[in-house]
């Protein structure tokens, strides 16, 4: 869970989104909480895991887990 933060940054930014439209997307009004999980300063609650998991299509399990990497699942690709 330690690499959360650097996770959802990979994410947010393969998605080309900067952190105000990614505190848009997730239904939150300010970006700075975002910001504070993607630094590390905060852990993210279990409601905010799932929306992130959600809106990226990641399974949690690559969000939550150190030594899983973040790849992008394409639905398409059978």
């Not at 504070?36 to 959600?54: C, M, N, R, W």
């Amino acid at each position: 869970m330690k690499r959360f933060g650097e996770k959802l940054r990979v994410l947010r930014k393969q998605h080309e989104m900067t952190l105000k439209e990614l505190a848009v997307a997730l239904g939150y009004t300010a970006h700075s909480h975002i910001s504070q999980i993607e630094s590390g300063k905060k852990t993210p609650t279990v409601a905010f895991v799932l929306k992130v998991a959600d809106l990226f299509d990641v399974s949690t399990d690559q969000l939550l887990k150190d030594d899983l990497e973040v790849v992008q699942e394409h639905s398409d690709s059978q």
